[in-house]
């Protein structure tokens, strides 16, 4: 032996195999379990096995010194490291270990007999290893001509299995063929195959040999067709290569023919047609070379070839865009005055902007177009109004809803090398747009979201950046492309959700909700001439009068748009189509507040304020929403009690940090707002205050006036005005703090009937910003204390 190399030890059994499974003597009660992954060993077959784990290598040396035998059994899991008695099949071989190597490793190998199939009882034993009793399972066997036929069934059909797999041995076949024990020939043949290890599992379990030989034949009849399936697909498939084989060379035969005779190929004509469209799209000169570029490679790669379809797509998205083409702007200052009156009452701020913008134009052809963003509740024309700026404009209209939108590629398209790769929305809608200076109206950006695709709110970034878009790279392109002259107008609901960076580039103007008057002027002008076409009627069949747009408007919607408004106008008109089409109505239908009532039915909405308010310890507050401004009340009230303060109506935590703050502000001030109760009568009970509508969550700190207001009249006994609300933030010290969402609270007060409005006295400059005609009869109090705000609300 050479130095250094390393030492085999090598332990045979003193016994011959044969003789050691021959004896007689009866399997012991107990045998040790050695546990096997992805292996099922059957009885009478010779298994190698490498034993690795720790406790597996102790098992083997303990046998080793005394009868040679273990049970094999196999685990159900084969992730698991150490199989428990619950992870292991109930029934195994057990087996004679006939040789044993040591490795230099720590391992060993050892070839294990099979003898006889057993069935797990009880463990006896879990360390150092699994010790278990064991029952032998003999075979039985019923003699007879099915069973002959089942076993020569078994040995011809696995006969020609082995003809046709390259891993089976032709020596197998042999051996298959000359056992004439059917259970020893399930055993060889189950153990050869390549099987999922719960079909071998359950060949091992079956002691029936009839029902084992007649379960594996079922297997083997499936390989087989298995087996034949795959060769059948292999000679299509060689037959495909030689038919691609035989076109190719026909190609090149019929291109010489063609060559000959001076006529021009498919392809030839493909790539002149492609030329000519390059020539004609007038493309920029960083565009021109890239398609010079890909058509070469084009006119080099045969139809069939994979890369030939893909470069022709990129050519046919390159000679579409509008690289050059653009409408001229109308800038007619007056003409775009009129277009967006026509479509939209009101909404001064927004046509000052859109006017302000063609004065520049005019003025300087060369300024880049605005990004702006609107933001405000549904329903209020932030939509609508891209498309009346964009025919202001006299420029093409795109729309891009990005609500929802997780994937940065769908924002700058998917690289070239992706299967089914196309360019993103950005140059999509350019594409459709025929110019490269449309209006964009990039709808619901406040809902786009991120995931491990990346994040789209990034890639707008670029797109939205003056400074950065007249270079904006689509992925797919893989060009620089001039964004500067369109006009980008995004939408939104809310500006919380959209991050800072992309909301720092670009210019926001809210729009609030609409009042009451406004809703019936929008009404009279636009919704009910468009809800009349709509619904197939004539202004000679229906006409609405003033009293039924003001049933329909403070009856059946509470909004800040007018979305429900108009869907209830066509439902009035649809109940009037019918009656026409029924030939019930034949002069024309004056819609009246009682008949809007009879045809919309019960009312749905109710001014809640006077009823809510009756009783002391309720404030009415004004919060503000992503859907506009809404009127909130709260309640409070008190029990016997330990001074003890319960918060209820899923309010978040620094609404209940107002509502300590404000019972902390009325405790300290109780001689002011409530001497008739003397000191002691905070500790003796306990004050619940509630926020109803329970189900939706609220939260922020301009609830604080109400709170200290509704707490005041709880231990005062002076109820609340009915007319008037409040908003505001309240200090311990009971200073009043400035809110925001001014406008959208004062129209939900307004809807709601009221009459005077608390706020904050630094919030006076917020009220002026507000038009007149939107303040109705709304007067304004300003309060820097909160005692002011008592003084005014507690009647």
């Given at each position: 032996?050479?130095?250094?190399?390393p030492?085999?030890?090598?332990?045979?059994?003193?016994?011959?195999?044969?003789?050691?499974?021959r004896?007689?003597?009866?399997?012991?009660?107990?045998l040790?379990?050695?546990?096997?992954?992805?292996?099922?060993?059957?009885?009478?077959?010779?298994?190698?096995?490498?034993?690795?784990?720790?406790?597996?290598?102790?098992?083997?040396?303990?046998?080793?010194?005394?009868?040679?035998?273990?049970?094999?059994?196999?685990?159900?899991?084969?992730?698991?490291?150490?199989p428990?008695p619950?992870?292991?099949?109930?029934?195994?071989?057990a087996?004679?270990?006939?040789?044993?190597?040591k490795?230099?490793?720590?391992s060993?190998?050892?070839l294990?007999?099979?003898?006889q199939?057993?069935r797990?009882?009880d463990f006896?034993?879990?360390?150092?290893?699994?010790?278990?009793?064991?029952?032998?399972?003999?075979?039985?066997v019923?003699?007879?001509?099915?069973?002959?036929?089942?076993?020569?069934?078994?040995?011809?059909?696995?006969a020609?299995?082995?003809?046709?797999i390259?891993?089976l041995?032709e020596?197998?076949?042999?051996a298959?063929?000359?056992?004439e024990?059917?259970?020893?020939l399930?055993?060889?043949?189950?153990?050869s195959?390549?099987i999922?290890?719960?079909?071998?599992?359950?060949?091992?379990e079956?002691v029936?040999?009839?029902?084992?030989?007649?379960?594996?034949?079922?297997?083997?009849?499936?390989?087989?067709?298995?087996?034949?399936?795959?060769?059948?697909?292999?000679?299509?498939?060689?037959?495909?290569?030689?038919?691609?084989?035989r076109?190719?060379?026909?190609?090149?035969?019929l291109?010489?023919?063609?060559e000959e005779?001076?006529?021009g190929?498919?392809?030839?004509?493909?790539?002149?047609?492609?030329?000519?469209?390059?020539?004609?799209?007038?493309?920029?000169?960083?565009a021109?070379?890239?398609a010079?570029?890909?058509?070469?490679?084009?006119?080099?790669?045969p139809?069939?070839?994979?890369?030939h379809?893909v470069?022709?797509?990129?050519?046919?998205?390159?000679?579409?865009?509008?690289?050059?083409a653009e409408?001229?702007?109308?800038?007619?200052?007056?003409?775009?005055?009129?277009?967006?009156d026509?479509?939209?009452?009101d909404?001064?701020?927004?046509?000052d902007?859109?006017?302000?913008?063609?004065?520049v134009?005019?003025?300087?052809?060369?300024?880049?177009?605005?990004?702006?963003?609107?933001?405000?509740?549904?329903?209020?024309?932030?939509?609508?109004?891209?498309?009346?700026?964009?025919?202001?404009?006299?420029?093409?209209?795109?729309?891009?809803?990005v609500g929802?939108?997780?994937?940065?590629?769908?924002?700058?398209?998917?690289r070239?090398?992706?299967?089914g790769?196309?360019?993103?929305t950005?140059?999509?809608?350019?594409?459709d747009?025929?110019?490269?200076?449309?209006?964009?109206?990039?709808?619901?950006?406040?809902?786009?979201?991120?995931?491990f695709?990346?994040?789209?709110?990034?890639?707008?970034?670029?797109?939205?950046?003056?400074?950065?878009?007249?270079?904006?790279r689509?992925h797919?392109?893989?060009?620089?492309?001039?964004?500067?002259?369109v006009?980008?107008i995004?939408t939104?609901?809310v500006?919380?959700?959209i991050?800072?960076p992309l909301?720092?580039?670009?210019?926001?103007?809210?729009?609030?909700?609409?009042?009451?008057?406004?809703?019936?002027?929008?009404?009279?002008?636009?919704?009910?001439?468009?809800?009349?076409?709509a619904?197939?009627l004539?202004?000679?069949?229906?006409?609405f009068?003033?009293?039924?747009?003001?049933?329909i408007?403070?009856?059946?919607?509470?909004?800040?748009?007018v979305?429900?408004?108009?869907?209830l106008?066509?439902?009035?008109?649809?109940?009037?189509?019918?009656d026409?089409?029924?030939?019930?109505?034949k002069?024309?239908?004056?819609?009246?507040g009682?008949?809007?009532?009879?045809?919309?039915?019960?009312r749905?909405?109710f001014a809640?304020?006077?009823?809510?308010t009756?009783?002391?310890?309720?404030a009415?507050?004004l919060?503000?929403?992503?859907?506009?401004?809404d009127?909130?009340?709260i309640?409070?009230?008190?029990?016997?009690?330990?001074?003890?303060?319960?918060?209820?109506g899923q309010l978040?935590?620094?609404?209940k940090?107002?509502?300590?703050?404000?019972?902390?502000?009325?405790?300290?001030?109780?001689?002011?707002?409530?001497p008739?109760?003397?000191?002691?009568?905070f500790?003796?009970?306990?004050i619940?205050?509630?926020?109803?509508?329970?189900?939706?969550?609220?939260?922020?700190?301009?609830?604080?006036?109400?709170?200290t207001?509704a707490?005041?009249?709880?231990?005062?006994?002076?109820?609340?005005?009915?007319?008037?609300a409040?908003?505001?933030?309240?200090t311990?010290?009971?200073q009043v703090?400035?809110?925001?969402?001014?406008?959208?609270?004062?129209?939900?007060a307004?809807?709601a009937?009221i009459?005077?409005?608390?706020?904050?006295d630094?919030?006076?400059?917020?009220?002026?910003?507000?038009p007149?005609?939107?303040l109705?009869?709304?007067?304004?109090v300003?309060?820097d204390?909160?005692?002011?705000?008592?003084?005014?609300?507690l009647?």
């Open positions: 032996m050479m130095e250094g190399s030492v085999l030890e090598v332990v045979d059994s003193p016994l011959d195999i044969e003789e050691a499974i004896t007689d003597q009866p399997l012991p009660e107990a040790p379990i050695l546990p096997l992954r992805e292996t099922v060993t059957y009885p009478e077959s010779l298994t190698p096995l490498a034993v690795g784990q720790e406790r597996s290598v102790q098992l083997v040396n303990d046998v080793l010194g005394g009868n040679r035998m273990l049970v094999m059994v196999t685990s159900r899991d084969s992730e698991l490291e150490r428990g619950e992870d292991l099949f109930d029934v195994g071989v087996g004679f270990v006939a040789r044993m190597i490795i230099p490793d720590g060993l190998r050892v294990v007999q099979g003898m199939r057993v797990l009882g006896v034993a879990e360390e150092p290893y699994l010790v278990a009793r064991i029952e032998a399972l003999p075979d039985v019923r003699e007879g001509p099915e069973l002959e036929a089942l076993a020569r069934n078994v040995q011809r059909t696995f020609e299995i082995v003809e046709q390259p891993y041995p020596e197998l076949q042999l298959v063929t000359n056992i024990d059917p259970s020893a399930a055993h060889l043949i189950a153990g195959l390549r999922p290890i719960e079909e071998k599992q359950q060949l091992l079956e029936d040999v009839g029902a084992r030989l007649r379960r594996l034949s079922q297997i083997l009849a499936r390989e087989l067709e298995v087996v034949r399936l795959g060769t059948q697909i292999q000679s299509q498939v060689q037959s495909e290569v030689d038919k691609g084989q076109e190719f060379l026909l190609r090149q035969q291109k010489a023919i063609q005779l001076g006529e190929d498919e392809q030839a004509a493909e790539v002149k047609e492609l030329q000519d469209k390059i020539e004609a799209a007038e493309l920029p000169e960083h021109r070379k890239a010079d570029r890909e058509l070469g490679r084009l006119a080099k790669l139809p069939a070839a994979a890369e379809g470069i022709r797509t990129y050519l046919e998205w390159l000679v579409e865009l509008p690289w050059s409408t001229e702007d109308n800038l007619d200052i007056r003409h775009a005055r009129k277009v967006l026509e479509d939209h009452y909404l001064e701020r927004i046509k902007r859109i006017l302000e913008y063609l004065a134009r005019k003025l300087n052809p060369d300024s880049p177009g605005p990004i702006l963003c609107f933001v405000g509740p549904p329903g209020v024309g932030k939509t609508s109004l891209g498309r009346s700026i964009a025919r202001a404009l006299g420029r093409e209209f795109e729309r891009i809803s929802g939108v997780r994937d940065e590629a769908e924002i700058r398209g998917h070239r090398t992706y299967i790769a196309m360019p993103g950005i140059i999509r809608a350019l594409r747009a025929g110019t490269r200076n449309p209006v964009f109206m990039i709808d619901e950006i406040d809902k786009m979201g991120t995931d695709r990346g994040d789209p709110a990034s890639a707008m970034l670029e797109v939205l950046d003056p400074a950065q878009n007249d270079s904006f689509d797919y392109l893989d060009l620089e492309f001039d964004l500067s002259d006009v980008f995004a939104a609901n500006l919380d959700t991050p800072r909301l720092d580039r670009m210019e926001t103007i809210e729009l609030s909700g609409y009042t009451l008057a406004e809703k019936k002027q929008i009404a009279r002008r636009y919704l009910v001439g468009r809800q009349i076409e619904n197939g004539k202004p000679s069949q229906i006409e009068s003033d009293a039924a747009l003001g049933t408007i403070d009856e059946y919607t509470r909004e800040a748009g979305r429900g408004l108009e869907r106008i066509g439902t009035v008109c649809r109940k009037v189509a019918r026409v089409a029924e030939g019930k109505s002069g024309k239908v004056r819609v009246s009682k008949k809007a009532r009879e045809l919309l039915g019960r749905r909405v809640e304020t006077r009823r809510r009756k009783a002391a310890g309720v009415t507050g919060a503000w929403t992503p859907t506009g401004g009127v909130l009340f309640e409070a009230t008190a029990m016997p009690g330990s001074g003890r303060l319960t918060i209820t978040g935590e620094v609404m940090e107002s509502a300590q703050a404000a019972l902390s502000w009325v405790r300290g001030h109780w001689a002011e707002v409530a008739q109760l003397g000191e002691g009568w500790a003796d009970h306990d619940h205050v509630h926020v109803p509508a329970g189900a939706v969550p609220k939260d922020g700190p301009s609830a604080g006036v109400a709170m207001v707490l005041s009249s709880l231990v005062s006994g002076r109820p609340v005005r009915n007319d008037v409040m908003t505001g933030e309240v311990l010290t009971g703090l400035p809110i925001g969402g001014l406008k959208e609270k004062s129209l939900a307004q809807r009937g009459k005077k409005v608390i706020v904050p630094r919030n006076a400059g917020d009220v002026e910003e507000i007149e005609q939107e109705g009869n709304l007067e304004f300003f309060v204390e909160v005692s002011q705000a008592l003084d005014v609300a009647s």
